[in-house]
């Protein structure tokens, strides 16, 4: 079944890496490559987690996972590598009653939250995200960690969308992006969710 919901894609690597594209997500005529059929089993995720690492500069401290695809890719990594692990929560992802309650607990960036008790001042942190669209979270995200003291320069993605502009947008915020693999924008007929 894997094989059936493989997508074709232009690889930075030789990788393969198994998705199931949404269709029409986050935007009409986009089809998102969810890696949830991949994450789920062990044996595919070691390769994955296996070419981040070798992407992962020699000086970083931190690995900051954005949520959701790229919390457990940035805990797998850095448990794997032995460095340290901070979550970033899209704001739009927490409910209103759950973002008044937390926010004496979280730095608040540009749509994007840190917890007050990560330690990033003068710490070398790299993004890890499942997905890179249009940059603009894990932009948000290096804004805030820049704010709170953290030195910024890379983000690892497992997917970049061809034509989003992601990694235009982040050279331009002085990041640079290592990807695994580069999809289309949209998925061949028949495939997709």
């Not at 607990?105 to 330690?119: A, D, F, P």
Request: with cysteine; proline share 4%.
């Amino acid at each position: 079944m894997i094989e059936q919901l493989q997508q074709a894609a232009t690889s930075d690597d030789k990788l393969d890496i198994p998705f199931r594209p949404w269709k029409d997500h986050t935007a009409a005529g986009v089809d998102f490559p969810d890696l949830s059929i991949t994450t789920s089993e062990a044996a595919l995720t070691r390769p994955i987690i296996d070419a981040l690492a070798s992407r992962v500069p020699a000086d970083i401290e931190v690995l900051a996972g954005i949520d959701i695809g790229g919390l457990g890719l940035a805990g797998a990594l850095a448990y794997r590598n032995g460095l340290g692990f901070i979550d970033i929560r899209k704001v739009d992802s927490l409910r209103n009653g759950v973002m008044r309650s937390i926010m004496a607990n979280y730095e608040l960036g540009e749509g994007v939250v840190i917890s007050k008790g990560s330690r990033l001042a003068g710490r070398r942190v790299s993004i890890v995200d499942d997905c890179l669209i249009s940059g603009g979270t894990a932009m948000a995200a290096a804004r805030l960690i820049r704010r709170l003291g953290g030195v910024c320069n890379t983000a690892l993605f497992v997917f970049d969308i061809e034509g989003m502009g992601g990694r235009e947008r982040l050279t331009q915020g002085g990041i640079t992006a290592e990807v695994l693999r580069t999809v289309p924008r949209t998925a061949p007929e028949g495939e997709g969710v």
